[in-house]
C-alpha cells in the first residue's frame, strides 16, 4: 500500500526567506503523480504544484519549486521569497497512474509566514 | 469557469436529520470524489465515483451514501446524522486523462451536527 508522510507537523520563516517542506511517500509502482496542494483558513484546496514520476526534471511554478528524488522517494517543496499569502496547511499527495481512483494524502504542514 | 460546485456551504444539523449535500461539476470529468477533513486532520476518502452509475466506497463510508446518474452530478446523503459527521465535505473530480491526473475541489461544505 502507498503512504505518504509528512514529518513537519508546523514551520515558520520570516517574510521573503526560503522555506522548505519535506515529503516523503512509499510505493513500488513506478508510474505515478505526485502533488502538493495548500490549504489557507478559508479551508479551500488549491493544487500549488505537480510532478509526473517519469520526468526527471524537478517542476517550478513562479516561487514554487519540488526537488523530486525518486530513488529516495522523497518529494519537497521550496518557497522562495515568502509572502503573508503562503501561511496556509500544505499537503503532500500521491496517485498512481493509469486506472487509478484516489490521493493518498500527507497530514500536512502547517506553515506561518511572519512579517 | 465553475469548475466543482458545492452547496450548502454552510449548515447545520441536528442529531438523526438527514441531508444530502450537492456537487456539481461542468468539465466533463469522469471521476468524482467525496472527502471529508476533520479539524487539523488531512482527507479522508468518503466515496468516489469512476463514471455515470459507477460508485465505490473508500475509506470512510459509513454513514453515507452517493449515487451518479450523470457525468456531471454526484450528491453525498447523510443519514440520521451523528456528531462524529461534523466536518468539512469536499467534492472533487478529475478528468481521466489529461494535466497529470490533477484533481480539482470544490470549496468545501461545512457541517455541523448539534
Known amino acids: 500500500a502507498q503512504t505518504v508522510t509528512q514529518s513537519q507537523p508546523e514551520m515558520s520563516v520570516q517574510e521573503a526567506e526560503t522555506v522548505t517542506l519535506s515529503c516523503t511517500y512509499d510505493t513500488s509502482e513506478n508510474n505515478y503523480y505526485l502533488f502538493w496542494y495548500k490549504q489557507p483558513p478559508s479551508r479551500q484546496m488549491i493544487l500549488v504544484i505537480r510532478?509526473?514520476?517519469?520526468k526527471q526534471q524537478n517542476a517550478t511554478e513562479n516561487r514554487f519549486s519540488v526537488n523530486f528524488q525518486k530513488a529516495a522517494k522523497s518529494f519537497s517543496l521550496k518557497i522562495s521569497d515568502s509572502q503573508l499569502g503562503d501561511t496556509a496547511m500544505y499537503f503532500c499527495a500521491f496517485m498512481l497512474s493509469g486506472n487509478n481512483r484516489k490521493l493518498i494524502w500527507g497530514l500536512g504542514t502547517s506553515l506561518a509566514v511572519n512579517p | 469557469n465553475a469548475g466543482v460546485t458545492q452547496t450548502p456551504k454552510f449548515r447545520i444539523l441536528k442529531i438523526g436529520q438527514s441531508m444530502t449535500l450537492q456537487c456539481t461539476q461542468d468539465?466533463?470529468?469522469?471521476?468524482m470524489y467525496w472527502y471529508r477533513q476533520d479539524p487539523g486532520m488531512g482527507l479522508k476518502l468518503i466515496y468516489y465515483s469512476v463514471g455515470a452509475g459507477i460508485t465505490d466506497k473508500g475509506e470512510v463510508p459509513n454513514g453515507y451514501n452517493v449515487s451518479r446518474s450523470t457525468t456531471e452530478d454526484f450528491p453525498l446523503r447523510l443519514e440520521l446524522a451523528a456528531p462524529s459527521q461534523t466536518s468539512v465535505y469536499f467534492c472533487a473530480s478529475r478528468p481521466e486523462q489529461g494535466y497529470g491526473n490533477t484533481i480539482y475541489f470544490g470549496e468545501g461544505s461545512w457541517l455541523t451536527v448539534v
Open positions: 510532478q509526473e514520476a517519469y
Open positions: 468539465m466533463n470529468h469522469n471521476y
